[in-house]
């Protein structure tokens, strides 16, 4: 998927904004409290998932060990 | 507000000439002087009526302030004793669930060929979800790759590699395409390499390639206490008040097939050729280092650093006494210097014993 | 067998796992996400036999259920979704009685919380928190400018948040939307003068701001409860709302000791609205007193047992063993 420029993602927002501003008084009344975010979504790829077996799990990182699992090298 | 409060999750590690305040929460050591450390009562707050009372005149101030930068820098709070009892001191049991926590597979031909789904199911069936590879010898690519598609589907969690670095895998990019298309490694090591730097950036632990100028051929050259290995988080700091920190819930498999807790240790409890690993498990003696704690070993229960510092048993300064403080330890809590150990004059049993004069390569 | 209903990447759900493994569990099947019924057969008669309600987890062999996360749905296709309207309507309310019906069900088994606890309704719920005696922020739900006016009049300074729902998506295309976070936030004098008195706006809801020495989040378990105080107001980014997170500085979140009455009144209250697990939010004021906010059941569990190091996991996993 192509990103959108820097230009179009601002003209999206602010016809949003604007959209707001329009209706203003038909939203809730607590409106102006509201925080936005432009989402485009990437998700990740089914296959760049890492996935956990007999776990059933499918997740965007694994996790690593807690401690050093032997102490080979110094980094 | 007459009493200074730990946070529960900054603990206080006293040693003999200083303490270390461990906050296990965001993963930092603070270093505490000994007259301070002194007036924790139950090593969690200080009464400070008392301290105004019992300590000399400018040491007020001077330990005063120091409880001031503490309650600044977020890890303790002035309370009073009613408050104190809503909060408790940091449950204390160890918390993982395995019959064995992590792997070490050492190689030094390049070759696992045990490494298959019926290895990897016994792995599973022992709640073992980390595994470390060390190869001492170049892995054949093709030999390498099942290893991780084995891995891509399995229960486990990540996988650390070390490996030779050399020349043709580096020049058809074979590292960097195993980091990005294997994302359960945790880190890749290239030793042996021109120089030592961090070649990827991994994120959270996850996805790092590492080239080390280092020659690390052979299992001994493990053992190494150094502060960049310590880690300060509520696992390792239970299972060091527990267990042993470097054996506990350990299985190994050495360069000749040998299963064992740690590759470097005599003691063999049969052959992956013909023992599986909970035969090996089960046999008397396999897990005896595993509930050695820092506390029992001379010098280190004496030392700050016992809660964050890893272990080893399996190369020690008085090699007869498996109590004994860990070889490659340069560190002194007596007089809280490091100093390099291998030069050491106490430390030159030790190394002869093990045979670590000469380079091991 | 064990049912978990969660979602593929929800690492809770993993942790318990873990300890399943660890006693030797592997009888258990994950369903993850949204499940649609549109498959499922709900059969009720004499002997309670529910087919085929997750796949092939003969539902006869079930002998524990844990509802984590995700949703039990019935989809319907877009040809009639674009029809006439009142047909959408009414397919949505048949069958959100079918999938509270098939949530009832799962109930018979050894469960934690049911797919009908996310419809728990936060303006009763507070009301219910009055009715055992726990402190519950003066609350005012309303679209009335002047009642907000009124209202702001007693306080120093008041709160504003949402009714039930925090967030809205905002739909710009296939790919894109606009994420509309709902959070608690101050609502000052000037936004209050800001309002035109003569409108038509929809409700929200207002309360007393209240100081805090710290936050709780109280993680309650069939019966035990597991507190973390919350230093929030160390930190400017939450004061407000400590949800959101600053990964900078993250708040400090260590283990806390209840009051024992606050304990008792917190079981009666989940007694009351039924719900046998639930992630409590509470604040402590300068003052010491305990004031309850909200519950969510199917709360952050991983930053309770990981900063606190409470076996939360481990009992899960026993509860769904009959172990405990
Ligand atoms: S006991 Fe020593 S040699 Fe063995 S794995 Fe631990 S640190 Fe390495
Ligand atoms: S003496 Fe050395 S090995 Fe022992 S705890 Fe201290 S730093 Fe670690």
Redesign the interface.
């Known amino acids: 998927?192509i990103a959108?420029s820097e230009s179009e993602r601002q003209k999206?927002?602010n016809e949003?904004l604007d959209w707001l501003d329009a209706h203003r008084?038909?939203?809730?009344?607590?409106a102006?409290?509201?925080?936005?975010?432009?989402?485009?979504?990437q998700a990740v790829p089914e296959h760049?998932?890492?996935?956990?077996?007999?776990?059933?799990?499918?997740?965007?990182?694994?996790?690593?060990?807690?401690?050093?699992?032997?102490?080979?090298?110094?980094? | 507000m007459d009493y200074f409060l730990l946070y529960s999750n900054c603990v206080l590690v006293k040693g003999a000439h200083r303490a270390t305040l461990c906050d296990l929460q965001k993963g930092a050591v603070y270093f505490i002087p000994k007259p301070l450390a002194d007036l924790f009562l139950e090593d969690q707050a200080v009464d400070l009526v008392q301290l105004r009372e019992k300590t000399e005149g400018d040491m007020v101030l001077f330990l005063m302030e120091i409880i001031d930068s503490l309650v600044e820098n977020q890890l303790g709070f002035y309370t009073n004793q009613q408050e104190w009892k809503r909060f408790p001191a940091l449950n204390k049991e160890w918390l993982f669930p395995a019959h064995i926590s992590h792997c070490i597979l050492d190689t030094a031909t390049g070759r696992l060929d045990y490494f298959t789904e019926s290895f990897v199911e016994q792995l599973s069936k022992l709640c073992c979800n980390f595994v470390q590879l060390r190869f001492f010898g170049i892995p054949p690519i093709e030999h390498l790759e099942n290893i991780l598609r084995l891995i891509t589907g399995s229960q486990i969690k990540s996988v650390e590699i070390l490996m030779p670095w050399n020349t043709a895998y580096e020049s058809g990019c074979t590292y960097g395409k195993w980091i990005n298309d294997y994302k359960k490694i945790s880190s890749l090591v290239c030793w042996g390499a021109p120089s030592t730097c961090v070649v990827k950036e991994g994120a959270r632990a996850m996805g790092y390639l590492l080239y080390t100028s280092e020659q690390i051929n052979a299992a001994t050259h493990c053992g190494i206490i150094d502060q960049g290995m310590f880690s300060t988080n509520i696992t390792t700091y239970t299972e060091s008040l527990n267990f042993n920190s470097c054996l506990n819930r350990k299985i190994s498999i050495d360069i000749q097939g040998d299963v064992k807790n740690c590759p470097s240790m005599k003691e063999s409890y049969g052959n992956i050729g013909d023992t599986t690993l909970v035969e090996a498990i089960g046999k008397p003696g396999f897990k005896k280092y595993w509930n050695i704690t820092k506390d029992q070993v001379s010098i280190c229960k004496d030392c700050e650093f016992r809660h964050v510092c890893t272990d080893c048993r399996a190369y020690l300064e008085d090699p007869g006494d498996v109590y004994s403080k860990p070889l490659k330890c340069g560190y002194d809590p007596y007089i809280c210097e490091w100093a390099e150990w291998s030069t050491h004059p106490l430390k030159q049993k030790g190394i002869n014993f093990y045979g670590l004069e000469k380079p091991a390569f | 067998m064990i049912v978990i209903h969660s979602q593929q990447d929800e690492s809770t759900t993993d942790d318990v796992l873990d300890w399943l493994y660890y006693f030797g569990m592997e009888q258990v099947k994950r369903v993850n996400g949204t499940n649609p019924i549109n498959a499922k057969a709900l059969r009720i008669n004499n002997h309670t036999q529910h087919s085929n309600l997750f796949d092939d987890a003969e539902s006869s062999a079930i002998n524990a259920y844990w509802y984590r996360r995700g949703h039990l749905a019935c989809e319907i296709s877009e040809p009639i979704k674009l029809g006439y309207s009142g047909f959408v309507t009414y397919f949505e309310k048949e069958y959100d009685h079918l999938t509270k019906g098939i949530s009832q069900v799962f109930k018979q088994y050894r469960n934690i919380n049911s797919f009908e606890d996310t419809g728990t309704n936060k303006l009763t719920n507070l009301a219910v928190a009055a009715g055992v005696d726990l402190l519950i922020p003066d609350t005012l739900v309303t679209a009335d400018v002047k009642a907000i006016k009124a209202f702001s009049a007693i306080y120093p300074r008041i709160i504003t948040k949402a009714i039930g729902h925090n967030r809205i998506t905002a739909t710009i295309d296939d790919n894109s939307y606009i994420n509309i976070a709902v959070d608690t936030a101050i609502f000052d004098q000037d936004k209050i003068n800001a309002l035109p008195e003569e409108n038509n706006f929809l409700p929200a809801v207002f309360q007393e701001y209240l100081e805090k020495k710290y936050e709780l989040r109280i993680f309650y378990f069939h019966g035990q409860v597991y507190s973390m105080a919350i230093f929030s107001q160390l930190n400017e980014a939450t004061k407000v709302d400590f949800r959101k997170h600053d990964t900078e500085t993250p708040n400090r979140c260590v283990p806390y000791q209840l009051p024992e009455d606050i304990e008792k009144k917190l079981g009666r209250f989940m007694q009351h609205i039924a719900m046998n697990s639930g992630s409590i939010d509470m604040v402590v004021t300068p003052s010491g007193e305990h004031v309850f906010l909200e519950v969510n059941p199917v709360g952050q569990l991983q930053w309770l047992s990981a900063n606190c190091n409470y076996p939360i996991e481990r009992e899960i996993a026993k509860f769904l063993l009959h172990d405990s």
């Open positions: 998927m959108r999206t927002i949003f008084e038909n939203l809730p009344v607590n102006a409290t509201w925080t936005f975010q432009y989402i485009e979504q760049e998932l890492v996935s956990l077996g007999k776990y059933n799990a499918r997740k965007a990182a694994s996790i690593s060990f807690y401690k050093p699992y032997s102490k080979i090298c110094k980094f």
